[in-house]
């Protein structure tokens, strides 16, 4: 049972006379439900389509009502809602259901020319897609919090969704085949500087010896921003922990022998010790 609200209902021409929203009846053809509203003006029957909100709203947010971000949210609710759900026979129910179709493709379809930079704009905003699809036309699958990139019926990246105009969105792996070519370029590139954290590391570690940066790169091809960036961090703090022991031991065995020659000195002035002459 839905309101008569504009995502349902595009216009009312009367009581039993309503025009739905096309989306809305894409998605009951899709899943094969009956779409059902309340009467206008009749505050008894919106009791009963409210009323679950408000219930879950209760037992979800009343305990915990701040979060660090959108897929903590999403995480929070889902484990929430599998407590909720412990005792219910929704298992045996789904025996007797129809198979489910694939996930409902909510999205917008457009297509674009990858530019001579590697880039695919989207809404006022550039998006890196691979290098050698440059030129290429590409079908774009625009979610609510991201964006897909189709060449020839596969998929070949995805970004999370953008919504500040004239930004541009970068992988830097869309573009390690140029960089092998001319490792001096990445030092300047768009694609690094976009990655502060990245571009940081480079900057302390691998300014002099830009190739080794990019091997790095290809080796963790595919692998999150994130995850690389502490993968990175990771290998650079065991490697200065070795340098560091590395020195100390050396420290150590300087200092030991330059007290054994001390000690043979000081025995051979008091004429303990005989050396052959």
Same mark, same amino acid.
């Given at each position: 049972m839905y309101d008569n609200m504009k995502a349902v209902v595009s216009k009312i021409e009367s009581k039993n006379d309503k025009k739905l929203n096309d989306e809305i009846v894409k998605l009951?053809? *899709?899943?094969? %439900? =009956?779409? #059902?509203?309340? !009467?206008? *003006?009749?505050? !008894?029957? #919106?009791?009963? &389509?409210? @009323?679950? &909100?408000?219930?879950?709203? !209760? @037992?979800? %947010?009343? /305990?915990?009502? #701040? %979060?660090?971000? /959108?897929?903590? &949210?999403? =995480?929070y609710i889902d484990s929430q809602l599998k407590k909720m759900n412990k005792g219910s026979e929704i298992l045996i129910e789904q025996e007797y259901l129809s198979p489910a179709p694939p996930p409902y493709e909510l999205a917008e379809f457009s297509e674009g020319v990858v530019s001579k930079y590697g880039f695919v704009s989207v809404d006022s905003v550039r998006y890196s897609v691979p290098e050698e699809l440059v030129g290429k036309r590409v079908c774009v699958k625009k979610y609510y919090d991201e964006v897909r990139i189709i060449f020839d019926f596969v998929e070949v990246c995805r970004h999370k969704r953008c919504f500040e105009k004239g930004r541009d969105i970068v992988d830097i792996s869309h573009f390690l085949n140029a960089f092998g070519k001319k490792p001096g370029a990445i030092e300047d590139s768009v694609a690094l500087k976009s990655i502060p954290k990245l571009k940081d590391i480079f900057d302390r570690y691998y300014s002099e010896n830009p190739r080794k940066f990019i091997d790095i790169l290809q080796e963790n091809k595919g692998c999150d921003v994130d995850n690389l960036i502490a993968k990175m961090q990771k290998s650079i703090k065991n490697k200065g922990d070795l340098v560091a022991k590395n020195v100390i031991k050396s420290e150590a065995s300087i200092e030991c022998k330059t007290k054994n020659i001390l000690s043979d000195y000081s025995k051979l002035a008091k004429g303990v010790v005989n050396y052959d002459v």
């Open positions: 009951a053809s *899709y899943y094969g %439900f =009956k779409i #059902k509203t309340c !009467n206008p *003006y009749s505050g !008894n029957e #919106k009791g009963s &389509v409210e @009323r679950s &909100v408000d219930v879950l709203r !209760n @037992r979800l %947010f009343s /305990l915990n009502q #701040k %979060f660090d971000s /959108l897929e903590t &949210v999403r =995480k």
